[in-house]
T-cell receptor
């Protein structure tokens, strides 16, 4: 089955700096890669996603890049703010005959310091 | 538009008991998935239902089961609870208009097994 590795497990940056989180996946058939942000006491919130026919996608301060050949994708957050502090999860999904099944990375605890 | 609603928010049970968790998806969403989140194993897929039919299943024992009703609401049941079942159980809904459609998570039910 699919295996998703995520690094780093913790990341501390100064406010205004950029943060980068990297993930690798094992299943070459995976074609959908979402990123989720989870704050304490809440469920994961979808912040951005990318499909395998696109190499990069940007939404304001957040961007995701995908390298299908190397089977890795990254989340980039620019001009970080204290409210960006949370746990971030990457995930991968492959077509499953009409269903949805995400395999998640182990998460990155991002701390934005003032 | 209301988000995914999960009840109850917290639950305490003892070993050997059974438990039922409830999930109401976003209005119009027909797919409901369940995930287990623990500090040790991270986010793991349990199963997915679409139009009252289980379409995908993860690698969990038969003690974990679910169902979906005609109004798309879903329940998850765990029988003969074990200490290791203590976790945050998350429900996610999707419109499923295409393969690998976006998943939206609820805040989860925190289950503690004593």
């Amino acid at each position: 089955g699919e295996n998703v590795e995520q690094h780093p497990s913790t990341l501390s940056v100064q406010e205004g700096d950029s943060a980068v989180i990297k993930c690798t996946y094992s299943d070459s058939a995976s074609n959908y890669f979402p990123w989720y942000k989870q704050e304490l006491g809440k469920g994961p919130q979808l912040i951005i996603d990318i499909r395998s026919n696109v190499g990069e996608k940007k939404d304001q301060r957040i961007a995701v890049t995908l390298n299908k050949t190397a089977k890795h994708f990254s989340l980039h957050i620019t001009e970080t703010q204290p409210e960006d502090s949370a746990v971030y999860f990457c995930a991968a999904s492959r077509p499953t005959g009409g269903g949805n099944k995400l395999t998640f990375g182990t998460g990155t605890q991002l701390k934005v310091e003032l | 538009k209301a988000g995914v609603t999960q009840t109850p928010r917290y639950l305490i049970k003892t070993r050997g008991q059974q438990v039922t968790l409830s999930c109401s998806p976003i209005s119009g969403h027909r797919s409901v998935s369940w995930y287990q989140q623990t500090p040790g194993q991270g986010l793991q897929f349990l199963f997915e239902y679409f139009s009252e039919t289980q379409r995908n299943k993860g690698n969990f024992p038969g003690r974990f089961s679910g169902r979906q009703f005609s109004n798309s609401r879903s329940e998850m049941n765990v029988s003969t609870l074990e200490l290791g079942d203590s976790a945050l159980y998350l429900c996610a809904s999707s419109s499923r208009t295409a393969t690998n459609e976006k998943l939206f998570f609820g805040s989860g039910t925190q289950l503690s097994v004593l």
